[in-house]
């Protein structure tokens, strides 16, 4: 049975930083790919971003280029998402997806309809 479970959320402080995990099971990481999303009130969820299963290719989107960072640890079977220089438009609740190696780019894997096996969700508030 394929699980993911989300970790790390929580409140942080304009110009802070939060470390979030996504914990799977039920499948070897390593053959996966992977993407982080995210979903404020009242929008849609949007892919942020996103890591390809064996070259490891990344994808970040526009609105967390540069400040976010997504990584991969096989051998412990979890995914991170490093959020450094927060702002409170990074609020949301954040959710790690998962489904079979893609042949497209990465761009292009980073969507929901992509991905078939989700988290729980866990929520980020950044604020003062």
């Known amino acids: 049975q394929v699980q993911l479970v989300e970790s790390g959320g929580g409140l942080g402080q304009p110009g802070g930083s939060l470390r979030l995990s996504c914990a799977v099971s039920?499948?070897?990481?390593?053959?996966?790919?992977i993407g982080w999303f995210r979903q404020a009130p009242g929008k849609e969820r949007e892919g942020i971003s996103c890591?390809?299963?064996?070259?490891?290719?990344?994808y970040y989107a526009d609105s967390v280029e540069g400040r976010f960072t997504i990584s991969r640890d096989n051998a412990n079977n979890t995914v991170y998402l490093q959020m450094n220089s927060l702002k409170p438009e990074d609020t949301a609740v954040y959710y790690c997806?998962?489904?079979?190696?893609?042949?497209?780019?990465?761009?292009?894997?980073?969507?929901?309809?992509?991905?078939?096996?989700w988290g729980q969700g866990t929520q980020v508030t950044v604020s003062s």
């Open positions: 997806a998962a489904d079979g190696p893609s042949i497209t780019t990465v761009p292009n894997m980073c969507v929901m309809a992509y991905f078939g096996s």
């Open positions: 890591i390809r299963s064996g070259d490891g290719s990344t």
């Open positions: 039920g499948f070897t990481l390593a053959y996966y790919d």
